[in-house]
């Protein structure tokens, strides 16, 4: 690892390198691909949403079982418009909640209006595929499990593909809210066996927000007319007016999708999922080992660590104040990530985006920096005893 105490800081004026689950700092020609305007009932922004469509099947070996239904919006619209088409009104879902994102699931929920049990690990650990089982046994009602694929409030990576293999053994069906992994962790539908798996542009295949997306089964979708609460948000309409038309129901993000497909070409030229897969594990490991060099402590058990995001405990030093702390940050190039917990105060510090060697290098520069302004002598901090057992 290279001595990021030598190396400068990023010069002033320069637009912000975005340490945050999404949106992410893009490339110049992803940012390009936006200077022109389009039809969006015309023959080629039509070819470009089906390109768009069939590119997101492939990545997920999904066009066999599935279909890849866009929708406006952010990644939680995509999740409340998933969640409200497919499961039905009489319907009972199991969510599986280890952060801030399984319990906007709960939320959503409350929303439609469905039926719904929780499985609560607090911020810690994921849920283990037994708990799914012995839950899912108990209760014959239950007719979906909802899970986060990466939970960003802390961090960690969940054990999807075991949940999955429960799940459909005892005839469930499994949503997938995969919205910050989806790209970089690897999903193959032939061997996971799930109804639905959420995502959006500005994630890690480092678009720009606009569009949320969700690749379904084919045959649950076919049977889920009429569920949705929502002119709008109905997949099921939304798909079957792609099918017909070409085109999507509602005004479409045509500038979005234009930079989505250059995100897309980029993205396989870094070697698909796999190369942006080891550069976000590289960006992961330089980071911990330099904030630990600093003092610093994550907040999960390394075991759980995800390439994606990583939450550290802030200092518990009588001078550490997280806003000047980020303002401080920010003015030498970095934007980072506020906690998102309840225990515990801590901050969150991303991987993706067009973050290389460098940029992990210099924002270790701006933190230790930060800390000598603000004289703390060391990130280090403890968990409450109650939860020191768990993390790392």
Not at 168 to 183: E, K, P, Q
Not at 373 to 381: D, L, N, W
Request: charge should be negative; include cysteine.
């Amino acid at each position: 690892m290279s001595d990021f105490n030598s190396l400068p800081l990023q010069a002033t004026g320069k637009p912000p390198y975005l340490l945050t689950p999404g949106p992410i700092t893009t490339t110049d020609t992803v940012k390009a691909a936006m200077l022109r305007d389009w039809g969006s009932w015309d023959g080629d922004f039509r070819q470009m949403t089906r390109q768009l469509c069939d590119q997101l099947l492939d990545v997920a070996n999904a066009k066999e079982s599935h279909v890849c239904v866009p929708v406006q919006g952010s990644g939680t619209f995509a999740v409340e418009a998933t969640l409200g088409t497919l499961v039905p009104k009489e319907g009972k879902v199991l969510i599986l909640m280890n952060g801030a994102y399984g319990k906007r699931l709960v939320q959503t929920l409350d929303y439609l209006g469905r039926d719904y049990v929780t499985l609560d690990k607090g911020d810690y650990l994921p849920p283990m595929p037994d708990e799914v089982e012995s839950i899912l046994r108990a209760d014959a009602e239950i007719t979906h499990v909802a899970v986060i694929h990466c939970e960003t409030s802390s961090g960690i990576l969940n054990p999807v593909p075991e949940i999955a293999e429960v799940v459909v053994r005892l005839g469930r069906r499994l949503i997938i809210d995969s919205m910050s992994a989806f790209g970089a962790i690897p999903v193959d539908a032939q061997r996971l066996p799930f109804d639905a798996l959420i995502s959006s542009a500005n994630k890690c295949f480092e678009g720009v927000p606009g569009f949320g997306f969700s690749l379904i089964r084919r045959s649950a979708l076919e049977q889920s007319k009429g569920n949705a609460h929502s002119l709008s948000l109905d997949l099921y309409e939304q798909w079957a007016y792609l099918e017909k038309t070409g085109q999507w129901r509602f005004t479409p993000p045509t500038h979005v999708v234009a930079a989505f497909l250059q995100a897309m070409k980029e993205h396989a030229e870094e070697g698909g999922v796999a190369g942006r897969l080891a550069r976000y594990s590289r960006n992961q490991l330089r980071l911990v080992a330099g904030m630990k060099a600093l003092g610093f402590r994550t907040l999960l058990n390394e075991k759980w660590l995800s390439p994606i995001i990583v939450t550290f405990l802030s200092p518990q030093h009588d001078n550490f104040d997280f806003n000047t702390f980020y303002d401080r940050i920010k003015a030498k190039g970095f934007v980072i990530y506020p906690g998102k917990l309840t225990v515990v105060d801590s901050f969150r510090l991303g991987c993706i985006g067009q973050l290389y060697d460098e940029q992990i290098d210099q924002v270790l520069v701006a933190i230790k920096a930060v800390l000598a302004e603000m004289q703390i002598e060391s990130g280090h901090a403890e968990l409450p005893e109650e939860n020191a057992v768990t993390a790392a």
